[in-house]
């Protein structure tokens, strides 16, 4: 667990301003997940990366932007917040392929946008 | 695209009974079923998978089964522990998605002691 990490933990922000949220691993795991956190929605994901300078959208991708220009980096960025974009925000990986692929989450961040 | 349902929402049995969490999924070329589970605060975690060709796995007192043919998987709990008490999530993964899970909404369990 202690090789996916996210920063900030916590953040405050107010509309329109644009935030990024960090996301490390230590695996060289070559996929990489955002994905938000909603009573009531479980887990949507917002966008994925397969390796570096390869990314796609998931779910629910409006309003974020995110690059991957290292294996172990995958920065998510709200370019204008909304009140809308208020949740609990995990980072995960996955180095696996195939049959499994168990995807390892980090610690989330949560963020409220006032 | 794939779609997942989970049944119950929440969930509450007595401490030493068992617990049974259902879900269900579209995609018939789904293959790889995981079941995470996260308590209050802190990040999901996998606790028992299983791929499409098994029908059952067990894990001392956790257990999933799987019908392809009706397209449901189900997470079993036996002799319930109030350390059980989390968030549970099912997800599903289709060959055609690359790493990427659909996951349910989440059963929240709560075992009463």
């Known amino acids: 667990d202690a090789g996916i990490t996210q920063s900030p933990r916590y953040k405050i922000t107010e509309t329109g301003r644009q935030v990024t949220l960090m996301c490390h691993q230590t695996?060289?795991?070559?996929?990489m997940f955002w994905y938000r956190q909603d009573l009531g929605h479980g887990l949507r994901l917002i966008y994925y990366?397969?390796?570096?300078?390869?990314?796609d959208k998931g779910e629910v991708p409006d309003g974020y932007v995110v690059s991957r220009s290292k294996t172990e980096n995958f920065p998510l960025t709200l370019e204008s917040a909304t009140r809308s974009q208020t949740s609990v925000y995990f980072c995960?990986?996955?180095?696996?392929?195939?049959?499994?692929?168990?995807?390892?989450f980090g610690p989330g961040t949560r963020l409220t946008v006032t | 695209g794939e779609n997942v349902e989970q049944h119950p929402s929440t969930l509450s049995v007595q401490e030493g009974d068992s617990a049974v969490i259902k879900c269900t999924y579209s995609?018939?070329?789904?293959?790889?079923f995981p079941w995470y589970k996260q308590e209050l605060g802190k990040r999901p975690q996998l606790i028992i998978d299983?791929?499409?060709?098994?029908g059952e796995k067990k894990d001392q007192r956790i257990a999933v089964t799987l019908n392809k043919t009706a397209k449901h998987f189900s997470l079993h709990i036996t002799e319930t522990q109030p350390e059980d008490s989390a968030v549970y999530f099912c997800?599903?993964?289709?060959?055609?998605?690359?790493?990427?899970?659909?996951f349910g909404p989440g059963t929240r369990l709560s075992v009463l002691p």
């Open positions: 995960a990986s996955s180095g696996f392929s195939g049959l499994t692929g168990e995807q390892y």
């Open positions: 695996w060289s795991h070559s996929y």
């Open positions: 990366s397969a390796a570096a300078d390869i990314t």
């Open positions: 995609d018939s070329a789904s293959n790889y």
């Open positions: 299983i791929r499409s060709n098994v």
């Open positions: 997800a599903a993964r289709g060959p055609n998605y690359g790493q990427n899970f659909v």
